[in-house]
């Protein structure tokens, strides 16, 4: 087998804690399916067959009573629990299923919803021998008004530092601003294999990346490192141009010597059998190079290479904060040729349903209601007289007669009383919204989640 | 009168005998009228049947005629004649029917072909169609041309796809069909000519499955150009098949050597579709092949596995590594002293070459001739610059003014063809003429196992387009080519490989020694006499 697919879907939603803390992110529905729908459409589209699932108790319950996710996802699902309380991290999940995996693996994260032809990230993997090859999109700006932004927030974002070299595939350098102190440090190795190197801040990593087999048993003996993107990622990226890397001489004294390095070394430990002096042999004979102007072969000799695929065009969103949450629900319906009425929701005739709505199963809408731009939930009642515009309504939610609702985010089982004006707020799960209320730019959430940080 | 008489008589006398004689040769005459006239209708496009009975009745009456031609005997001859005229008829009843059988056939095909035509875009390449498909019809002895030069006529890539779907398992069809890019120039239109940016791989699935995952990545290097090179590509090749070949597991009520050689071929339809087969790869195919079929039935497959993997490495063994070995020690004894050498391109076993009779202590120095779109020189002057050996450095069209300092050229090949022709990268055949011209020797450098029985003098019937995009250049910002696929008139063209001509080249090394160019033949049966 060539690759082995891993879904991380046991992340807490820590960026969109409205939303997420009466249900679990992979849970919230975008276009009224589950996110964590999305990832295994992408990848039985593409061919896999099989897919191993990280995710939490709650989340594995509901997988297996879904009944459209089960119709949908003709693939094995293989999910694995993990305790929610012991906050693992990524790179920890992975050592947690390490018995699994056999072969390379695609690891993708459950809030990525892209059309990406995966073929480019897993060709520069399988062409170049990678140890590393991920996926990254140009950001967008997101421009649908988000409820409960009090002005502009853009001093918290921290930007990613990507360095590429020419062909814009090979990656060179990645930092975070956050772990730069005062300024960018670029190793003179780097400089000296790579004189040209571009370096982009608008990008977004989708998360999806492939991984050698051999980065997984060096996670192993390595237990320090606990998350992939964090630490893993930035560390293969560094190791590429690590001095003890490209000499074999030193890499056998140092393992002699220290015991720690050992662990390091357990990326390159390429088994030498006959096998790869065939390939040695035939890279030699090869007139082909990853670069020119200087002395050295292919790829500087180095055994470690990262690649990454930047995609320019097409949909690439990470629903990780409310706004992107918004912006997928607004362009994902499009995606796919689902009608955009459910045909076991029951909708009155002389309601207005726009044609960039969708409307869930099992729902009701009464007449003289008018949605546009709207997502609808599964089970939704809506009463007469009701306006909804360029909102999304999760399942469960009642809403009374003569509500106008704009701009908004409802979240599940939420109920909205008689002629509530509600515009860019976020009513929270199992709210309850009063009466003649009106409410502009809030977050309405239960005061027991006022608490929680 | 007599003797019209006497040789009716005869007609009629030898009449149950010679009356099917006569008939016979009616209807030769017929036929021969009927070929005719179905000539005449290809070009006219009318229906030969309306001819067909034309002349049917013709035929009915001129042997009615003969007959009742006849007064003298009218006793005997009456029933002769009715005789006469019934075998005539019944004769040419079943004539009648399979010239109309043919006839209709005739016809059939020729709306076939019209409608084919009508679907074509190039009426140039139907009329070269036309007599291609005509000889084939009515001789069927004509070789026919292999596929992958085809592409021009619709009904080979049907075939083509046919054949790709026939190697299809569990109504997956294995193998995608790569199509073509971009205007082709029309003296190549039977090559294929494929982009980079449409990968091979688009449609196979993640993870692969079906074709073996060491297949696609070769296939993947093959087509970005990671493995280039005719050594490196079999080399390469043939390490993909050890892992194929480790992977493999027989299944039940199937045969190891049979049902091994089965999985292989789609694996190498595949392989063709990403980069057309070179010819070192197409004689380890053969070989690995005919080793395969050669493991007796009683063999267990872990025995069988074993000795297919130590056949591989024996044959890289002695054909590559041992081979290079062998020319390097006859080539350096053509290396003398003061000596100036020119190579074109950037060939393993020339670098090989060169960088050995470096550490014998040779003097001697470089000139590296380059061309592009490739620029593989660049490649090769790193190698020899990287081992201490002075180099120059010249582009292809500087080629005149650097020959006066040449003492000896050596080239490497792709193949040598079974009538001494040099296949090998395009403007080899040019330094060969010039080098020529100012008379100095010119030695190629060769394996045996890239000897080729294909006989070939030009470099357009077989060739490999590559993609024609990379011609395109940017200077000072400004991409003039950019949207070359715009103007209509204009063609790029990007080849791999040209021809060289015997006369050309003075000397060939190789590990059975120096041959003239014109011994290639002896060498292919010599080997053909050992296997």
Redesign the interface.
């Known amino acids: 087998?060539?690759?082995?697919a891993v879904l991380m879907a046991a992340g807490g939603g820590s960026r969109m804690m409205d939303l997420t803390y009466n249900t679990p992110k992979p849970l919230l529905p975008v276009g009224n399916r589950p996110l964590i729908w999305y990832p295994p459409n992408l990848l039985e589209r593409?061919?896999?067959?099989e897919v191993i699932v990280i995710t939490t108790k709650e989340v594995q319950k509901t997988l297996s009573t879904d009944q459209r996710l089960k119709t949908d996802v003709k693939m094995r699902l293989d999910v694995v629990c993990i305790q929610e309380e012991a906050d693992m991290g990524t790179a920890d999940a992975l050592r947690h299923i390490q018995q699994k995996i056999k072969?390379d693996i695609?690891v993708v994260s459950c809030d990525l919803i892209t059309d990406v032809?995966?073929?480019e990230v897993?060709?520069l993997f399988?062409?170049?021998?990678a140890t590393l090859s991920m996926l990254m999109s140009k950001v967008h700006e997101f421009t649908e008004t988000v409820p409960g932004q009090k002005g502009k927030k853009k001093a918290g974002e921290q930007r990613d530092f990507v360095g590429v070299d020419i062909t814009g595939k090979r990656l060179l350098f990645m930092a975070n601003e956050a772990d730069l102190d005062e300024g960018l440090v670029l190793r003179k190795s780097i400089m000296r294999k790579h004189p040209r190197m571009l370096i982009k801040t608008g990008l977004l990593d989708a998360h999806l990346y492939c991984l050698k087999r051999s980065v997984v048993d060096f996670l192993v003996h390595n237990k320090s490192v606990t998350s992939i993107r964090g630490e893993l990622v930035p560390y293969l990226v560094r190791k590429q141009f690590s001095k003890s890397l490209n000499s074999q001489n030193a890499t056998e004294d140092s393992e002699k010597n220290h015991k720690q390095q050992d662990t390091h070394h357990n990326l390159e430990l390429l088994s030498t059998s006959?096998?790869e002096a065939?390939?040695q042999?035939?890279?030699?004979?090869?007139?082909?190079?990853d670069h020119?102007g200087d002395?050295s072969e292919a790829y500087h000799g180095g055994k470690l290479r990262c690649y990454v695929h930047i995609m320019e065009e097409g949909m690439c969103y990470r629903v990780n904060t409310l706004a992107a949450y918004i912006e997928a629900n607004r362009v994902v319906p499009k995606l796919f040729e689902d009608p955009p009425i459910h045909p076991a929701a029951v909708v009155s005739e002389r309601s207005l349903v726009g044609s960039d709505s969708i409307i869930g199963p099992l729902c009701q809408i009464s007449d003289r209601t008018s949605i546009k731009r709207s997502n609808v939930g599964t089970s939704t009642t809506i009463k007469e007289k009701v306006k909804i515009t360029n909102s999304i309504i999760m399942n469960g939610v009642t809403i009374e007669e003569g509500c106008n609702i704009q701009g908004s985010v409802i979240c599940n089982n939420a109920v909205i009383g008689r002629g509530a004006d509600i515009k860019y707020c976020l009513v929270g799960s199992g709210q309850r919204v009063e009466p003649e209320a009106e409410r502009t730019n809030e977050v309405i959430v239960g005061s027991d989640q006022l608490m929680e940080i | 009168m007599a003797d019209s008489d006497g040789r009716q008589v005869d007609s009629i006398n030898h009449s149950t005998g010679k009356i099917c004689k006569e008939l016979t040769k009616e209807e030769k005459q017929r036929l021969r009228k009927e070929k005719k006239q179905h000539k005449k209708n290809k070009k006219d496009d009318r229906g030969p049947p309306e001819k067909e009975k034309e002349k049917e009745k013709a035929s009915v009456l001129a042997p009615s005629k003969p007959a009742t031609q006849s007064p003298a005997h009218k006793a005997a001859p009456v029933p002769v004649n009715a005789s006469a005229s019934e075998s005539p008829v019944a004769a040419e009843k079943p004539a009648k029917s399979k010239a109309e059988q043919r006839a209709e056939r005739r016809a059939r095909q020729d709306t076939e072909r019209a409608s084919k035509q009508g679907k074509k875009e190039g009426g140039q390449q139907s009329a070269s169609s036309k007599p291609k498909a005509t000889p084939n019809e009515l001789q069927p002895v004509v070789k026919r041309l292999p596929e992958h030069i085809q592409v021009d006529d619709p009904a080979a890539l049907k075939k083509l796809a046919k054949k790709l779907e026939r190697q299809q398992v569990r109504q997956i069809n294995i193998v995608p069909l790569r199509s073509d890019y971009g205007y082709k120039v029309s003296l190549f239109s039977h090559l294929h000519q494929y982009s980079r940016k449409n990968?091979p791989?688009?449609q196979?699935?993640?993870?692969?499955?079906v074709i073996h995952?060491s297949i696609?990545?070769l296939g993947?290097?093959y087509s970005?150009?990671?493995?280039?090179?005719s050594?490196?590509?079999s080399?390469?090749l043939?390490?993909a098949f050890?892992?194929v070949i480790q992977d493999y597991s027989t299944p039940p009520n199937e045969e190891l050597s049979r049902d091994l050689v089965n999985k292989l071929s789609p694996y190498i339809s595949f392989l063709s579709q990403c980069r057309p087969l070179s010819a070192s790869m197409g004689n380890a195919i053969k070989h690995i092949k005919k080793e395969i079929s050669n493991i007796p039935s009683q063999c267990k497959e872990e025995e069988a596995k074993r000795r297919l993997q130590e056949c591989i490495?024996s044959y890289?063994n002695e054909k590559i590594?041992l081979a290079s070995e062998a020319i390097s020690k006859y080539a350096i004894e053509k290396i003398s002293d003061g000596d100036v050498i020119l190579v074109y391109?950037?060939s393993?076993l020339v670098n090989h070459i060169l960088c050995e009779a470096f550490e014998k202590q040779r003097k001697f120095r470089v000139i590296v001739v380059d061309s592009r779109p490739r620029l593989?020189g660049?490649?090769?002057l790193?190698r020899l610059?990287?081992k201490g050996i002075r180099c120059t450095y010249v582009l292809i069209s500087a080629l005149s003014y650097i020959l006066p300092e040449v003492s000896k050229v050596f080239l490497g090949a792709h193949a040598l063809l079974a009538n001494g022709y040099v296949m090998s990268r395009v403007g080899t055949s040019q330094i060969a003429l010039v080098a020529k011209a100012y008379n100095v020797p010119v030695l190629v450098c060769c394996e045996t196992y890239k000897f080729c029985e294909r006989v070939q003098t030009d470099s357009f019937v077989s060739n490999e387009l590559d993609d024609p995009d990379d011609l395109i250049v940017t200077r000072n910002g400004k991409t003039h080519l950019e949207n070359w696929q715009t103007v209509k008139s204009l063609g790029l063209l990007n080849l791999v490989y040209d021809v060289t001509p015997p006369d050309f080249v003075d000397l060939v090394i190789t590990d059975l020694g120096m041959i003239p160019c014109t011994s290639v033949p002896v060498v292919l049966r010599v080997k053909n006499v050992d296997q």
Request: charged share 25%; aromatic share 2%.
């Open positions: 087998m060539e690759l082995q593409v061919g896999f067959e072969t695609l032809a995966l073929h897993v060709d399988r062409a170049h021998s006959k096998d065939l390939l042999l035939a890279r030699e004979r090869s007139c082909w190079n020119r002395m | 990968p791989t688009q196979i699935s993640i993870p692969a499955t995952p696609v990545r993947l290097q970005q150009g990671i493995i280039a090179g050594n490196a590509r080399v390469a043939l390490h050890k892992q490495d890289i590594i391109g950037c393993s593989e660049r490649e090769a790193r610059v990287k």
